[in-house]
């Protein structure tokens, strides 16, 4: 199979462009994302593509870059420039970005500030991503959108390329909708219909990508089907990817010269003492604050440490420019300086505090020399530091106190787990650890090392792409393919040439839109004229296929020449003929069971309400509100499948209806028995919800069959139509097909 060309998109390029005096200089830039996406490429995932690409912001001026091109370094990727004016950028970035999207997904809603300005610059850069982008692209490329600042690209690049095989990750947490819905409704609607337009979209735990599902329901009433939804003719998917770490890269590391240097030098300070590390990017969501509290009640609370323990605190400098940031650095030096001089003593610090960065060599050399990592963010996406230690810890010597809402606190549970707001538990957690066995280290941390060896960086990207082309398959695979004019005027044909012709109709959500309530659906003078003109058609055999009871049906087509299926196929009447019942009989009492279980869901789920058929039982959840309904939806029908097994029946998932009917009555077998009645020579058959897919199953290997879906999902039948409306129009047309001549 040929091989398709990838295309990495980030807010910046994976490079740092300087101009200083002694001219342009490049480095590779450093970071989670960056870690992870190069490595995943250096290590043969560039091998599954015919080229890579990475596009974002280079940092400096397209005359800068024209003068580094020629000095940058080697990479695994060409690189695409986004060159976009610094004012728009320092709008789009530090204005809608950082501070609307990263304060309000990390749970701090007070940070927030709602400028219209950051709003309206952060949609015209990602407008110029997605036109320059565009350029580049053909149908047949693979695009993987990479974090926040990027949400509405994807449906930006559907709207140029709308075959597109494109993925997005998030990279920091999606909040719950109770906070998402603090946003301005349009920022939502934007936000979440960009995301929508990629074929996955990637989180690294399930709790945020249920956040996001929960959001879309909320926002924009749309449904999901487990993982998956449907959004504009496409099957979207939302999984989760926790993203890793080079393992080895970090666990072999342990054994480099210049390493081992570095950590004799950190022995040599530490000496007797025991040693706690801590390694941040300046961040308010790092908690970095709160773990100062809880450092500072660890000394308080077991007075037996002081003097034997040393805090190594490093804070890389990131956002300066953003004032939450700069407040935060203040709050972080004056705490360090109050606990050491208010602690501390002349021959004892309590913290040695660095507010720069840190070399490779170096951090490895704290992870592999202190005792403890102390790493306790008030909220965070994933936190690659925790994994990164572990990775280090060759000798299976340290402990991990991990905060609990981060994201790696999923995988890693053999950390000491806190709550980071927690002081006294920091506090005991870190004299746990301190004090924990040699025996007990080494086994939690192979237990760790084995988790993130198995499901590396590597995998984590590799796992992205085979799901997202899973994804595309399945695109393919059920494609919906609506009745366009070509295959409209082949149906038309194949029906004025049939000799003998069979007409199957679902009535609700086909022949007419549902209503709030069941009564209300009558059909109307239009659509009985329409039935009766195909029904007088001395060639057509004419069926209403419906769920509902036959005394409804019987009253609405009084006088129309069509036969009736009620109740889904258990009571069957032929045009100017006798209801006939199925032979499958009630077992015991089973109604009235059903009813009760059903009943306590019309009290759980306001504007839920039951339908009582003589073989079958209803609860409607139409009109209820859309996410509570679909939650009460589910969990009611795990509710009623045990005793449905006990007593066989059936339990129905339909639309906005969960139906309880015996087993062995469906519309597939009703249709089966019509079919048996005469040798048809053409067969329409239209239907809108899962109760119909066993017609459309029925007639999946007839050649004579024309099987429509009513609305946006795949399904077995051959072809949709978007409405009742449309099937209207063509039952309509149909009518006038074939002069009819008196019913014998």
């Known amino acids: 199979m040929q091989k398709k060309r990838l295309f990495i998109v980030s807010n910046r390029l994976p490079i740092t462009i300087e101009q200083t005096e002694n001219g342009v200089t490049s480095r590779p830039s450093s970071g989670g994302l960056v870690s992870a996406i190069t490595g995943y490429l250096e290590k043969g995932g560039s091998e599954s593509f015919s080229e890579t690409f990475w596009a974002g912001v280079p ?70 991503f997605a036109e320059q982008l565009a350029a580049k692209l053909r149908k047949d490329d693979i695009v993987w959108i990479q974090d926040y600042h990027l949400l509405p690209l994807a449906g930006l690049l559907r709207d140029h390329l709308p075959g597109l095989t494109i993925g997005f990750f998030l990279h920091i947490p999606f909040p719950s909708y109770e906070l998402f819905r603090l946003i301005p409704k349009n920022w939502q609607r934007t936000i979440l219909s960009g995301m929508l337009g990629a074929d996955l979209v990637g989180f690294h735990t399930i709790d945020y990508a249920l956040h996001f599902l929960a959001s879309v329901e909320e926002v924009l ?47 040599e300070l530490k000496g007797t003492k025991k040693m706690i590390f801590s390694v941040d990017r300046l961040d308010y969501t790092k908690g970095v604050a709160n773990r100062l509290k809880g450092y500072e009640a660890f000394i308080s609370s077991y007075p037996e440490y002081r003097g034997n323990v040393i805090f190594v605190l490093v804070i890389v400098p990131s956002r300066d420019v953003i004032i939450k940031y700069a407040e935060r650095k203040k709050i972080i030096d004056e705490s360090v300086g109050n606990i050491n001089s208010s602690r501390g003593d ?40 925790s994994k990164e230690f572990v990775a280090s810890r060759k000798d299976g010597r340290g402990v991990l106190v991990l905060s609990e809402v981060a994201g790696a606190a999923r995988e890693l549970t053999e950390a000491l787990l806190v709550n980071p707001n927690d002081a006294a538990e920091m506090a005991a957690a870190i004299k746990a650890g301190l004090e924990m066995s040699p025996e007990a280290q080494r086994e939690r941390l192979t237990e760790m090392q084995d988790r993130i060896r198995t499901y590396n960086v590597y995998t984590w990207a590799a796992d992205f792409f085979r799901e997202l082309a899973v994804v595309k ?18 149906l038309l044909d194949s029906y004025s040439k049939a000799g003998k012709r069979l007409l199957l109709l679902d009535y609700d959500g086909t022949l007419v839109p549902f209503a709030r309530f069941p009564g209300a ?36 087509f009084d006088g129309i020449p069509v036969g009736l299926i ?52 209803a609860w409607h959840y139409r009109n209820a509100d859309l996410v509570d309904g679909a939650v009460r939806a589910r969990e009611l029908y795990d509710d009623l499948m045990r005793p449905a097994g006990q007593m066989s ?57 024309f099987t429509i879906k009513v609305g946006n999902e795949a399904s077995f039948a051959k072809y949709n139509l978007h409405n009742p409306a449309m099937v209207q129009a063509l039952l309509h047309t149909m009518a006038s097909y074939a002069p009819a001549r008196p019913l014998r």
């Open 473 to 490: 398959d399945a695109q393919l695979e059920f494609e919906i393919k609506f009745l366009d004019k070509v295959t409209k005027v082949e």
């Open 59 to 128: 940092g400096c001026t397209e005359k800068i870059w024209s003068v580094a091109t020629g000095g940058i370094a080697s990479a695994p990727y060409s690189y695409l420039p986004v060159f976009v004016n610094w004012k728009k950028y320092e709008l789009y970035y530090n204005g809608f970005s950082n501070s609307v999207l990263w304060p309000l997904f990390h749970y701090f809603p007070s940070f927030v500030d709602y400028n219209t300005s950051y709003f309206d610059a952060w949609l015209e850069v990602n407008g110029i």
């Open 521 to 556: 659906a009558a059909p109307d003078a239009v659509l009985l004229g329409i039935l009766r003109a195909l029904g007088e058609n001395f060639l057509n055999e004419l069926y209403i296929v419906s769920g509902r009871d036959s005394q409804t049906l019987e009253k609405w």
């Open 346 to 385: 002349v021959v004892w610090q309590p913290i040695i505090y660095k507010y720069g960065h840190l070399s490779f060599d170096e951090l490895v050399a704290l992870y592999t020399t202190c005792d403890l990592a102390l790493i306790t963010p008030l909220r965070d996406g994933m936190n690659l530091v």
């Open 566 to 617: 009620a109740e889904h196929g258990a009571k069957v009447r032929h045009r100017d003929g006798d209801w006939e019942t199925s032979t499958i009989a009630p077992s015991g009492d089973w109604r009235s069971k059903m009813e009760k279980i059903m009943q306590e869901y019309v009290e759980k789920c306001p504007h839920t309400f039951i339908e009582r058929k003589d073989f079958s039982i």
């Open 649 to 705: 029946l059936n339990v129905l998932n339909g639309h906005k209806v969960i139906e309880v009917r015996m087993r062995g009555i469906n519309k597939g077998a009703a249709v089966g028995h019509i079919l048996g009645r005469d040798n048809y020579e053409f067969v329409l058959c239209l239907g809108d919800d899962q109760t119909d897919e066993d017609m459309f199953k029925k007639l999946a290997t007839r050649e004579d069959a």
């Open 221 to 267: 009433q749309v449904e999901h089907d487990g993982q998956h939804m449907w959004w504009e003719n496409r099957r979207v998917k939302t999984d989760a990817f926790p993203i890793s770490i080079d393992f080895e890269k970090f666990h072999h590391a342990f054994d480099h010269p210049s390493v081992d240097e570095m950590r004799r030098r950190y022995l």
